[in-house]
RNA sequence: CUGGCGCGCUGGGCAGCCGCGGGACGCUCGUCGUCUCGAGGAAAGUCCGGACAUCACAGGGCAGGGUGGUCGGGAGACCGACCCGGGGAAACCCGCGGGAAAGUGCCACAGAAAUACACCGCCGAUGGCGCUUCGCGCACAGGCAAGGUUGAAAAGGUGCGGUAAGAGCGCACCGGCGUCGUGGUGACACGGCGGCCAGGUAAACCCCACCCGAUGCAAGACCGAGCAGAGCCGCUCGUAGGCGGCCCGCCGAGGCUCAGGUAGGUCGCAAAGAUGGAUGGUUGCCUCCGACAGAAUCCGGCUUACAGGCGCGCUACCACC
């Protein structure tokens, strides 16, 4: 019984998003930004000890396979910069638009990296950057910030 | 030299800093260290084939599908050489590929007629009629398919002979067909002879020869929570069981096993090898870095996309030296 659980653990990759389930739930529950080239969706979690887990989503419209690749690695470029100032204990998924390619060819990582810091300031606002008290919180906003995104996108 | 033609290679490099994934080794076992490997010629399209896997399957046939010049290689729808048709002065390039005398269908419009005809015509030798006598006229019987008309195409073409007019009816050459000979493994080529009977379409049905079971790594194999199910033990007589091994003490209504197999995991899976998916970011220099494009079970082939650069070979009409 202990070889499965320690295979799995040490396969886990730390700061990643996987599993389709934890994006619907950061999709579904969770509040989001967007600007030109990117949106981001937040989504705190429960247990606020673990450090914030970050997933990218970049469709096909954005463009072809080395394109998607392209910006998929700038920015977790970015996100590696900032990810001090993520709050501890949230998921938040990046979704790339297409608008982000330009960006790319222009500017390329530091560009990136300015966007999302000032998307990610937003976020950090309504996060409460006050991880000592989650639970209380947590338990009453996502509800109706869910409601209002919905209805702005 | 220049122009033309063919083939092959390359697909940014170096340095600094910061990173990512796999593997091996080490230890102070971790958010560690060292070493090492880490996208392409097409990784693409998914058009073929093979391996591998599960299911099905005695043998044979039908249906359905695929392939189609020859020879050699091969698992092949691939490759090489050759054959055939076309282009070029040449190197070379482009194209097509079993069978249309087994049968069926279709071939618009036009045209008299589209494998079949007689509209306009020509003739009227022979027979008939009239005049009349070795002949002439009529165009009734009949003969003809040369000429005209239509068309992409009218049952070979041109010429001479021949005839009443004509016709491969005869002859010469050409074309096609058959046959024989020679050369070639063969497709086929060349030559002789024969008689003239035969349109196209098979990516229309069809016929012939050969080949083909289905599904695809989300294949498939193993482990396996939870829920429900079956069996056994136990249910206040504080028992079964739990509190890390034992005793006391405490808690106590559930506990254990089973096959199946969901979530999930491991393998399949690799000298790149993930499973939200690594192979990167940034700065400087190289006068410029810029094409198409990112592995997902693996291996062949085909096809398509492609900036710039490099090399080799072949050819010589015209122009230049």
């Not at 070889?3 to 999709?27: E, H, I, Q």
């Not at 930004?33 to 954005?62: M, N, Q, Y």
């Not at 390329?108 to 991880?131: C, F, H, I, N, Y």
């Not at 869910?146 to 702005?152: H, L, V």
Request: hydrophobic share 35%; proline share 5%; glycine share 10%.
């Amino acid at each position: 019984m202990p070889a499965p659980r320690t295979g799995a653990g040490a396969r886990r990759k730390r700061g990643r998003l996987s599993r389709s389930g934890d994006f619907d739930r950061v999709y579904r529950q969770g509040r989001s930004t967007g600007g030109r080239e990117f949106v981001v969706h937040v989504f705190p979690r429960e247990a606020s000890l673990d450090p914030p887990r970050v997933g990218l989503s970049v469709s096909k419209k954005v463009g072809d396979a080395v394109t998607r690749n392209r910006i998929k690695r700038v920015l977790r470029e970015a996100v590696a910069e900032l990810e001090a100032d993520l709050a501890a204990g949230s998921d938040l998924v990046i979704t790339a638009r297409a608008d982000s390619v330009d960006l790319d060819e222009r500017e390329g990582k530091a560009g990136v990296e300015r966007e999302l810091r000032a998307l990610l300031q937003r976020t950090s606002a309504w996060a409460g950057g006050d991880p000592a008290a989650p639970g209380a919180t947590q338990s009453t906003a996502p509800a109706t910030a869910t409601d209002d995104e919905q209805a702005d996108g």
